[in-house]
């Protein structure tokens, strides 16, 4: 997923992003926890955003910015949705964040949904 956001972001300008573990955890833990509690949101079920779940994850930059997809069979497939998307792709081409953590949980955030639960949380150090 990284390369394939860093190929986008080089044909549109942009420098590459780097992982980020921190990021990646917080990433993770979102696409679990819709997984487990069947919804789909950028707000967790305890009003947690993308930036405070960043900060608890230990992500000592300026985070915030996400991305969620559900029912995507492989990351090319999450892409081509993202980038169709203006706000997804607002965050991918962003050329000041540096930082990415990515998450993903194969089960269903919703049972109308194919399985796959993707998360994109972006930061700047």
Not at 30 to 59: I, N, P
Request: hydrophobic share 35%.
């Amino acid at each position: 997923m990284v390369r394939l956001v860093n190929d986008a972001r080089r044909d549109h300008g942009c420098g590459p992003v780097t992982a980020d573990p921190q990021l990646g955890a917080a990433a993770y833990s979102h696409a679990k926890d819709m997984v487990d509690h069947t919804y789909f949101s950028h707000t967790g079920l305890d009003g947690s955003s993308a930036q405070t779940r960043s900060e608890d994850a230990g992500f000592a930059g300026q985070g915030g910015w996400e991305n969620i997809a559900a029912g995507q069979s492989d990351p090319a497939a999450v892409m081509d949705s993202w980038m169709k998307s203006p706000g997804h792709r607002a965050n991918i081409l962003n050329c000041d964040l540096n930082r990415l953590g990515v998450g993903y949980h194969p089960g269903k955030v919703d049972p109308a949904y194919g399985g796959g639960s993707w998360v994109q949380d972006f930061g700047t150090k």
